[in-house]
């Protein structure tokens, strides 16, 4: 009985892995670019340039400036007996809600950069 292709056939393989775990070793390691370190991120949510004062936010409504949005997070009562001119009811509660497809039902509003969103209550 010939086992010399068996044989063959082992080196093969075996030299094929051993070529793969070479290449491998040499590309680069790739980090997620999207992912903040802790200390970045903790810059990040102490920054106050996120926040806007009320004079800020009265001058933006004043002015009519369209690149702001304002964005009440009452509930839908407290929004109904007052709100501000423009502004877009999403309450705190429906925030992560999905419509029937699946998709965000506030994700036209809350994800876009054509405008700055303005949180308030």
Not at 62 to 82: A, C, M, N
Not at 90 to 111: C, H, M, R, V
Request: no cysteine; aromatic share 14%; glycine share 4%.
């Amino acid at each position: 009985m010939n086992t010399a292709p068996v044989k063959t056939k082992y080196y093969f393989i075996s030299a094929l892995v051993i070529i793969l775990g070479i290449i491998l070793l040499f590309l680069p390691f790739k980090q997620n670019i999207n992912q903040l370190s802790p200390e970045k991120l903790l810059l990040t949510i102490t920054n106050n340039d996120r926040f806007f004062s009320t004079d800020d936010v009265a001058r933006f409504i004043i002015s009519g400036d369209p690149s702001y949005q304002l964005i009440d997070v009452r509930s839908e009562e407290e929004f109904e007996k007052f709100s501000l001119d423009g502004a877009i009811n999403i309450p705190l509660s429906k925030f992560l809600d999905k419509d029937e497809t699946g998709s965000y039902e506030w994700e036209a509003y809350l994800n876009q950069d054509i405008k700055t969103n303005v949180f308030y209550s």
